[in-house]
Each structure stands twice: as C-alpha cells, then as structure tokens.
C-alpha cells in the first residue's frame, strides 16, 4: 500500500471524514485528498502531524510493503534478539497461533495488559462523535503508551480519558 493508501485506511477506520482530519493537522480536505490519492506526498512534518492526528506510528504510514511474511521474519528477529523462544499453541477459538517467550522479561502480562488497555481506550476515543475532541483525545493513550514502555511498568492503570 501506498503512504495515501495508508492514510485513508487508517483515517476511515477512525471514522474521520478527509475534511476532519485535515482540521486536526491543519490542512485542508484538498490536501488530505491529494495525499490520499497519490497526487502529492506529505512532508516528514506533514506526515507526523497525520500520525498524530490517527493516533498511529509515522511509519505505520510509510510501511507500505508489510506483509505477513515480513512480519513473520520481524517476529523471527526479534525473538533471536532478545532471546526469545518461539513456540505454538491454539487461540480460543481452536486456530494455530505462534508466540513468543521472553524468559528474562518477567513483567510481559502486564505489557499485555497495558496494550489490551491501550486498545480499549484508543476504541473509546474512536466512538467520540466531534473529531477535534476525538482527534485530541486519541494522542492521550498513544503518548502514554509510548512514553510508558519501560522494562519495568509499574502499573496498569492508563487513565486516559480522564
């Protein structure tokens, strides 16, 4: 996928109009509709404050040639790096899932926990009907989840949307 392919996706996701989304970034509709269709390329500020605004990673946008085999090998890296072990159960729903094990990461449930909280709260500011409080909301948990990805979290209350 293309970055405008990206956009669009994630911005119809989040149930943000083009129009919305560039009040959130300070652009107009035309601009989020060129970006979206191809015809210009955001600028690295550009594409940060459409980061931003979608609550996603920059790269999120840029990764367009992601594909399940490269997230394989990505998960692969990882594991060696970190000396993690691979291994193989099933989900609930009886479908084969493979994992990973960090024995010197003790504190991995409550990361766990964390992100499951993380997708609550970013799920929540998706049903915010104004997009400026959605859009300045959904920062919240991104901002928190990223600066509070420690070794050793202490905790996993995330108060967001508070």
Not at 80 to 99: A, I
Not at 118 to 133: P, S, T
Request: aromatic share 8%; charged share 30%.
């Amino acid at each position: 996928m293309t970055v405008g392919e990206n956009i669009r996706r994630i911005r119809k996701e989040r149930g943000l109009t083009q129009k919305q989304l560039g009040e959130l970034v300070g652009a107009s509709e035309a601009y989020i509709r060129a970006y979206e269709s191809g015809r210009r390329n955001p600028k690295p500020s550009s594409l940060e404050k459409i980061a931003n605004a979608l609550a996603v990673n920059p790269e999120v946008l840029e990764n367009s040639d992601f594909d399940m085999i490269k997230a394989m090998h990505r998960l692969f890296q990882i594991a060696r790096q970190y000396n993690g072990h691979l291994f193989t159960c099933k989900d609930d729903e009886g479908n084969d899932t493979v994992g990973i094990r960090f024995e010197t990461l003790t504190l991995m449930n409550a990361w766990c926990q964390r992100y499951e909280k993380f997708l609550e709260d970013v799920e929540k500011c998706n049903e915010i009907k104004d997009a400026k409080k959605r859009g300045r909301l959904s920062l919240k948990p991104k901002r928190i989840m990223t600066a509070g990805w420690t070794l050793t979290p202490n905790s996993t209350e995330m108060p967001f949307l508070t």
